[in-house]
Every structure is written in structure tokens, then in C-alpha cells.
């Protein structure tokens, strides 16, 4: 039987969702393995936008099926699961209802197709509307406090995509050549959706795909003049090709081979030098100490849910308490590190006050962020550290939750 196109998308998104929701799984872990089966960068892009759809307004998707089911239908059925995608094609893609029925109703069969006909037919026959902004599950609303409402209007939307330049004095000329808008100097803003390895530039090594907010910690060291900085967690690069850009001697460290074996190959495409330490930074050693260190520390990522909506429905209390202790243990070999006087920039893309706000930094004076170190339109916090969340700058197409702080060793 010839099967419609772009079903094979469809089935793609369907264990992608399996994986993140059954298994626990994250989006980039389980992507490589549920879309192996297409070829087309477009399929790709649809099974991961489908998933991704439908993880954002999970909680809004079953609100709709229940009103319409006289039972509701098990957490874990596959017709529910079926139907998030369905309507989230509907409601979020601009896929018309015809081809959301003949792309998704063969992943069933039986009896659990006709009652997703009926109860898509129904909905879609009612004209019915997603909220303004996602409704986020109770426990992670009551962890983000007072910014829940601003963080989810944040999460409405995936996000633009961000690069930054090997050069900040060509921002004009790349903002111009790509079409690009630009938030601040060395950083280009472009639609979602691009094919990044066809852009201009990208062969050439000269610039490289990061979020506006992670751009922000390694801006904060300046430029190194030769002095040596350690990029601690520092796969898979960006903030490795920022600061050698910025003209320190760079040691890149990081525990995951794969990881690293990008950030090899990103230094390759862009012509960076830096030293890369393959080590477990809780044993590892160095043999001098550093006059800045950037720690970008593992964590749980509730910050990038713009592009990984699964962290809202993974990440509960017990990985943010494995989190914060793993964090307070690279902090505290960070300052064993630094020389006297020297930096340390401590950053997570998390949204948890534990994982940020919270978090000690015994010995370590705060050197206070300048507004005029940030984009327009942020500035630290009364305690000269920086909170950003997705909800901020929205009319520029916002940017990633991130915590960071800036740190002095007593000299």
C-alpha cells in the first residue's frame, strides 16, 4: 500500500515523543536515533518541529482531547499521543486538517483510528484555539515563582536562530550579506528554520551558531591579551571560539569525547587555537593556574526550553538537587585554579534560583556587571549578577534563560 507523504515524518515525531516522555529521554539524545530513516533535511526539521510542538503546549493539546472524549484516554495511549500531534500540526504548523488526517491517522489502527478521527472532526469542526502563551505544568510554575508568566509567554514561540561573529567589526557587513538583524556588535539574528551549513560564512569559518544569551558570559572576561583562561564544561565550543577570538590562550576542557570532537572540529572551520583537555574537571589537575576561568556549568537547561520544551516536563526536584551539588563542587575547584586576582565568570542556561542565585561562592568577591556590557534592554540585578529568561526582550524575539555571575579571587 502506498503510504502518504510525509508520513515517515510523522512516525519519526512519534517515537521522538516516546522517548522524551516514556523513556525520559532529551529531544537531541533520542533525534539521531527516531529520524534515521529520512534523508531530507525538510523531514528532519517537521519531526523535530511536530515534537517540539507538542511538548510545548502539552498540558493545552489535552485540555482539547479531554473536553471532547467522554473518558479520558490513558496518559501513555498511543491515540493521545497521535492526537497531540494532530492538533498540534493543526493549531501550531498551519497544516491543513485534510493532510493532518492523512498523514496521522495511519500510525493507528483499529479502533484508536476512528476515535482520533472523530475527536480531531470534532475539534476541528468547533474551531477550537490555543491559549496566548503555553500553560506550564503547576510544579514548574511554583519553581519559577513571580517569572512564570513572563517565562511561558517566552516559550509561546521557538526561537530565531542566533550566531556569533569570529569578528565583531564585520557586523555590518554579515548583518547585510546575511540579511540578518543584529541585538549587539559580533551578534546576527535570522529566522528559525535555515539551513545552518548553507549559509554564508559558515564554511568559512567565520561565525558559529549561539544562542544571544550564551554569548554573554565569555563577552564578560573581555579580551585576553594573551593571558590564559580555562573553559571549564567546555563542549561543544562556543564559548571556546569566543574567547580565543577575544584573544586569550585558551585551555578547553570537557569530559565527553563526542562533545569534544565538535569543538575540534568547530576550531578546525574556524581557524582558533586552543588547547583541549579530555579529563573529568572533579579529578583533573592543571598544571598552572589561570587568570580567568569561565564556568559554563552543567545543569539542568530549563533555560533553553524555547528550542528543548522536553526540560519542562523531565527536570523535577531530585536532577536539580544532583545539579546543584555537581556545581558547587566545580566551583570550588575553579577557585582553587585562578591565580590571585583573576576572574571567574560562573554561568548556567537554567532557570532555577538553586542553580544560580542561590549557589555559594566562598573566597570569590562579585565584580559587578555594567549595563553597558549587556544588549540594550537587560541589566544585572541589585546584586551586580545577571538573571535572563525567555520572556525578556520578546518584541526582539528573545532569548535564552541563563544565570550569570561574575566573580574576583582576593589578590
Known sequence: MVQPTGIHARRAALRLLDAVLRRGETLDIAFASATKDLRKFEDKALARAIASEVLRWLIDLDALIDSTTKKPLPEDAKARVVLRMMLAQWLRLQTPPHAVIATCLPLLAGGPRKLAHGVFSALAKREVVLPDMPTLPAEVAERWGGRSASIARGLAEPPPLDITLKDPAQTEIWKAKLAADSIMPGHLRLPRGENVGKLAGFAEGEWWVQDLAASLPARLLGNGEGRHVLDLCAAPGGKTLQLAAQGWQVTALDISKRRLDLLKANLKRTGLKAGVVRADALVWEPKHHFDAILLDAPCTATGTARRHPDVIHRIGQRQ??????????????????????????????????????????????????????????????????????????AHLGGLDGFYITRRRKAA
Not at 341 to 354: D, K, N, Q, R
Request: glycine fraction near 12%.
Open 320 to 393: 536539580i538537587e544532583e545539579m546543584v551539588e555537581l556545581q558547587a563542587s566545580l566551583i570550588e575547584r575553579a577557585g582553587q585554579w585562578l591565580k590571585p586576582g583573576g576572574l571567574l565568570v560562573y554561568a548556567t542556561c537554567s532557570l532555577e534560583p538553586a542553580e544560580g542565585e542561590q549557589q555559594t561562592f566562598t573566597g570569590l568577591q562579585t565584580v559587578p556587571i555594567a549595563p553597558g556590557d549587556l544588549p540594550a534592554g537587560l541589566s544585572p540585578d541589585t546584586n551586580g549578577s545577571l538573571r535572563t529568561d525567555p520572556g525578556m526582550l
